[in-house]
């Protein structure tokens, strides 16, 4: 910090609550290099260094509407409320650990989470499809596979599989129920 008297901060307090913004200037550049250093290794979730900055700034603007210079030394004062609001920040931060970030990778092909609220192709709902489809026998996957993705009538493949209708049916309904429970 730039060596300014008690005496000459105090006067800088009074002229900045009166409005005066060249001495709330002086008052913030007084205090920037303590901020720089302060917040050099200071980190809190979805604050950049210029965030946390601005933070400090507000504090200096709270100190110099509270603070009551005849009581206390500003510079004490604001410093210490300076360290007190980033605490603050910090542990009000530290609450949410359990957050997701749209950025985070979320599958094992290096998709994230904001990719997915995107997904106009369907791409992750067809995969999600695909896996219960896996978890079909071999006639189950058939009759869903000719049914809901070639075209093929319930009629059309009974008799293209050569088994009775009633059979197919009962097939094609076990067959998404099970679809039902593993989607589910």
Known sequence: MKPLSNEN???LVLKSRSGDNASLNKIFNYFGPFIKSFTKNIYIRNFDKSDIYEECNFSILLSIKKCD???YNFTAYTISSIKNNIYYKIRNQAKFQSELSLN???TDQNCTFQDILIDKTN????LSIKNALTSLDKKEQDIIDHIYFLGYSSIE???KSGI???TCLRRKNSALKKLKRKLN
């Open 164 to 166: 009775n209708y009633r």
């Open 157 to 159: 493949y009974s008799k």
């Open 69 to 71: 210079i005849k009581k």
């Open 104 to 106: 985070a990778k979320v």
């Open 9 to 11: 901060l105090n006067i």
């Open 123 to 126: 791409h992750f709902k067809n």
